[in-house]
């Protein structure tokens, strides 16, 4: 069974710009969550989404938007970013409700 | 954002000896998680908890879920050194389908 897919794995961008990272679940996982990790703030929790629809969010600006697709998969947008938004960016599949299986991961780094 | 309070931050070890670390919430929750994170992944699960009281073991990992739905505390026994890395607990409440994460705590194990 193929684990949680992020794309890409590293990102490099400029303040101002926005991102796009992608997640494919775990087939047959219809919910897909996004978390921020920073060295300073540790793992928080973006927004988790469910067949298409986002069910919770968390305590981020309205840059950072989100979206799931009919078949599970996942984006998230940042946008105008800024110095701040450097962070390795995780998302996680479940079922239904957890546990959650994370992928590896996107490191984005904005200069 | 919310995070649990996870201790101790980090630990220095020597091979073989056991290790222990715990989380403590504010919160109930249903559910207790433990991931082990390594250098540029994403977490991997390692223990679910989903009852209070229940103790569960993995191998040389030991995990419990404290019976006030408060805490839950992670033992590996003989440690090696490739049990290297960020243990991190997290807590799911069905209340708010967000999966809350400690703050981690960085394991060192030296031969």
Known sequence: KAGVTQTPRYLIKTRGQQVTLSCSPISGHRSVSWY?????????FLFEYFS??????????????GRQFSNSRSEMNVSTLELGDSALYLCASSPQQGPYTFGSGTRLTVV | GQQLNQSPQSMFIQEGEDVSMNCTSSS????????????????????????????????RLTAQFGITRKD?????????????????????SYNTDKLIFGTGTRLQVFP
């Open chain 1, 52 to 65: 298409e629809t986002q069910r919770n969010k968390g305590n981020f600006p309205g840059r950072f938007s």
């Open chain 2, 72 to 92: 839950s505390f992670l033992n590996i026994s003989a440690s090696i050194p490739s049990d290297v890395g960020i243990y991190f607990c997290a807590g799911l």
């Open chain 2, 28 to 59: 109930i929750f249903n559910t207790w998680l433990w991931y082990k994170q390594d250098p540029g992944e994403g977490p991997v699960l390692l223990i679910a908890l989903y009852k209070a009281g229940e103790l569960t073991s993995n191998g």
């Open chain 1, 36 to 44: 921020q990790q920073t060295p300073g703030q540790g793992l928080q």
